[in-house]
């Protein structure tokens, strides 16, 4: 018994491979397409928070009147009293509280 092939199986195997070829071309295009796009979304979204930071920042500053901004404190409250004597008033405005006992 020798172990011929014949034509047909020939071209069967040489179908196969090119099948698996291809296969494997695709297979990579496939995943070189999807690492693009993974790349795209991750760069939009670090530039949308970005974006999103810088805006907060922003709206933050006008809120925040200007003496808090060049001295980095917060206004002092109304009265004309300097910080550590006594007026009546507990921190930042709120009332005087007594000792819990």
Known sequence: MTNQT???????RQQSLQHSRNDDRDNSRVFAFFIVVAV???????????????????SAREVTPPAAHMHGTAPRPAG????????GIGPAGSPPT????
């Open 80 to 87: 004309g009293t300097s910080p550590g004597t006594s007026s």
């Open 40 to 58: 795209m979304v991750f760069v939009g979204a670090l530039a949308y928070f970005f974006i999103v930071d810088k805006r907060a920042r922003e």
């Open 98 to 101: 007594s000792p819990v006992r």
């Open 6 to 12: 014949t034509p047909r199986q020939t071209a069967s």
